[in-house]
């Protein structure tokens, strides 16, 4: 369903914008040629007050950018006239009755009430029953007040500015516009550097060491750029500054020695497309999800898989993530709800590593078999080639990639227990032991 916006609705933003920059010609201008009224203000409750009060030199600016209708701003400026006069500010009473566009209709059409004005004016005596009548002035004021507040409206400040900014944010959440790029608003593209010269790297910065028995598995730098991740064999995921090659110290919990970990070794990691989330998988078959900034684990999968995770990958909208495993399956995971959305079997060995397509409807897995798969992801395809329960589905045939390669038997590290010693994993032509714990604190 498509979304229909209002054009008047569009000159409001536009004639906010104005008003909060102080472009009052623009902004009279605007609003006379579109016949479309603003009619905000920043609080209802303070502009009856002020009405109320009597702080006529506060309520005057903002009546001077609403739209009212005529009777009621005849009543609100015969109001002033009269206190004015009370108060013996000759003057100003006779600047507002004989100056404002208001009055000087008054003068046409309503002769009368105009002339009463006029006679109090040069009078050298105020009389409250004779200019209010059979009310008073608290009463007048209040009946002002409640008439004036019924057409004017509040409305959140700088609605133009905070959609912009909305529409770019979504556009760097969908991978659109990279973090950090330099957009042209007006034209409606990043800016572009001309004639750059393609660069690599060619020198070597830092090395950043591990114990022989805790070597690392996996590394990958946030799509912002910010952090360098790492997870080890000892069960430890850590957040690098790759300036200068040490543990980023920015990070409070890393300050107070306090990591991200998992039991077991941690096989694979993956950030959102925000570089606000970080993944885990490890070797028992568990998924983390952490918070990269506060270092909390905010959902565990405790059961993602029954053998070690090998990838993993977060969906574009960060809401879902995928995972393979040494299992042979690949998974779709909801983070919100936690639970299991869909598993992809039909590999006859481990998966090594999957990817959504850049629509979302398909993902991609690639497997130890000498196959790569690409299956269905969308509910409605799923329903029209019923891909998740029929294997013999022309995609799950025809869209098989199959190299003509023997098949390795050997197992991955870690793979199989040793069968004189729980502690040891199988691995071709050598035992390794788990290395021991380290003395750092668990965040788990």
Not at 40 to 45: F, I, K, L, Y
Not at 106 to 132: C, G, I, N, T, W
Request: some cysteine; overall charge neutral.
């Amino acid at each position: 369903m498509a979304l229909e916006i209002e054009a008047r609705d569009v000159i409001k933003i536009v004639l906010q914008f104005c008003k909060e920059n102080s472009l009052n010609q623009t902004f009279q201008t605007l609003q006379s040629e579109c016949q479309v009224s603003l009619n905000t203000v920043d609080s209802v409750e303070t502009f009856v007050s002020d009405i109320n009060s009597g702080r006529w030199d506060s309520v005057l600016p903002q009546v001077s950018q609403l739209k009212l209708p005529r009777n009621k701003l005849e009543d609100l400026y015969e109001q002033i006239v009269m206190e004015m006069i009370e108060l013996r500010e000759l003057d100003t009473a006779r600047a507002i009755l004989r100056q404002t566009q208001v009055m000087g209709v008054m003068k046409q059409e309503q002769p009368e009430r105009y002339l009463r004005m006029e006679h109090l004016l040069v009078r050298s005596y105020f009389d409250p029953h004779e200019a209010y009548g059979d009310s008073t002035k608290e009463r007048k004021r209040a009946q002002i007040a409640q008439a004036v507040a019924a057409e004017v409206t509040v409305v959140p400040p700088s609605r133009l500015m905070a959609l912009v900014g909305q529409a770019l944010k979504w556009q760097q959440h969908q991978g659109l516009l990279p973090p950090g790029t330099q957009f042209d608003l007006f034209r409606g593209t990043a800016a572009m550097k001309q004639d750059v010269e393609d660069t690599y790297p060619t020198t070597l910065n830092h090395t950043i060491k591990f114990g022989t028995k805790s070597h690392a598995e996996c590394a990958k730098f946030s799509p912002d750029g910010q952090f360098l991740v790492s997870c080890s064999v000892d069960g430890f995921i850590e957040v690098w500054d790759y300036i200068s090659g040490k543990l980023k110290k920015d990070l409070q919990y890393q300050a107070e020695e306090t990591f991200m970990m998992h039991d077991d070794p941690v096989l694979c990691i993956d950030f959102s497309r925000d570089s606000e989330m970080l993944a885990s998988g490890s070797q028992d078959g568990k998924i983390k999800v952490w918070r990269i900034r506060t270092g909390l684990c905010f959902r565990r999968l405790e059961r993602a898989h029954s053998q070690g995770v090998t990838s993993l990958t977060f969906s574009r909208d960060g809401t879902q993530l995928l995972s393979t495993s040494f299992d042979h399956t690949a998974r779709i995971h909801g983070l919100k709800s936690g639970k299991l959305l869909k598993e992809f079997r039909g590999h006859t060995s481990y998966v090594n590593n999957a990817i959504f397509t850049s629509d979302g409807s398909r993902i991609i897995t690639a497997s130890s078999d000498c196959t790569v798969k690409v299956d269905c992801n969308t509910c409605y395809l799923c329903k029209l080639c019923n891909l998740c329960n029929n294997k013999s589905s022309p995609l799950m045939n025809d869209q098989m990639f199959t190299r003509k390669t023997p098949q390795r038997d050997t197992p991955p590290l870690y793979m199989n227990d040793h069968p004189n010693d729980k502690n040891k994993r199988y691995f071709p032509k050598r035992y390794i032991t788990y290395p021991p714990r380290s003395p750092h604190q668990r965040s788990t």
